[in-house]
Nanobody, 114 residues
Framework: QVQLVESGGGLVQPGDSLRLSCAAS????????LGWFRQAPGREREIVAA????????KYGDSVKGRFTISRDNGKNTVYLQMNSLKPEDTAVYYC???????WGQGTQVTVSS
């Protein structure tokens, strides 16, 4: 069994930055991709960013391109999401996801408000 634990969410002002972390425990990932999704109230869950375990290839949702950066540290079994130039529309619960095994974290709230 794998547990994904997100951290780093919070309340920030527009234009600020946050760094989310997702630490995996229980098993070391050996492939597939790791990703961040988000869900705002009344909206469907959407992909924010993903990164492949082996080669570090990345992809981003259109709304975050140029502002967010996903990275991973395979030695620490951790994936990060650096979020810059945050906007109120980035407000959502952010979830970590591991493709291999379809594991989800419990989510961390990000609120962007002045």
């Amino acid at each position: 069994q794998v547990q994904l634990v997100e951290s780093g969410g919070g309340l920030v002002q527009p234009g600020d930055s946050l760094r989310l972390s997702c630490a995996a425990s229980g098993r070391t990932f050996t492939g597939g991709s790791l990703g961040w999704f988000r869900q705002a109230p009344g909206r469907e869950r959407e992909i924010v960013a993903a990164i492949t375990y082996t080669y570090g290839n990345t992809k981003y949702g259109d709304s975050v391109k140029g502002r967010f950066t996903i990275s991973r540290d395979n030695g620490k079994n951790t994936v990060y999401l650096q979020m810059n130039s945050l906007k109120p529309e980035d407000t959502a619960v952010y979830y970590c996801h591991a493709e291999r095994g379809d594991y989800w974290g419990q989510g961390t709230q990000v609120t962007v408000s002045s």
